[in-house]
């Protein structure tokens, strides 16, 4: 599921694997991403972006210049629960106390990181 995005194209821009040195970052939030899907009950459909190279980074519409998917902790997730139900089950997480990060309503996904400390906004 996690590879498929590093795989992607951007007009004439390609992304890639993450350098191995950061490969341990991305653990905690497949972890955070995985109890989502088993409290929701809902299968993930697609992770729509997960790591991004800078250059990549730069062709996505809106992305941030300092995105937490260029130091590989973060991820664009599609459950079929749709995203404000995955919202929640992230909040709920958050709230006990099991990461702490971003959560990103968008009308067709569900951002989450782990940055280390809270945000939440809506797309």
């Known amino acids: 599921e996690v590879i498929r995005p590093h795989r992607a194209r951007r007009g004439g821009v390609r992304n890639g694997l993450p350098p191995q040195s950061l490969w341990e970052y991305m653990a905690e939030t497949l972890r955070v991403a995985d109890e989502i899907r088993s409290r929701l009950g809902s299968p993930l459909l697609k992770i729509n972006s997960a790591y ?69 906004w809506r797309g």
């Open 52 to 120: 991004r190279n800078f250059a990549y980074n730069a062709a996505c519409r809106g992305s941030a210049t300092r995105s937490y998917h260029i130091q590989n902790c973060a991820l664009d997730l599609v459950y079929r629960a749709g995203p404000r139900a995955a919202a929640k089950v992230a909040s709920d997480l958050r709230s006990e106390g099991r990461f702490r990060g971003g959560i990103g309503v968008y009308r067709t996904f569900l951002h989450i990181d782990t940055r280390g400390h809270n945000a939440y």
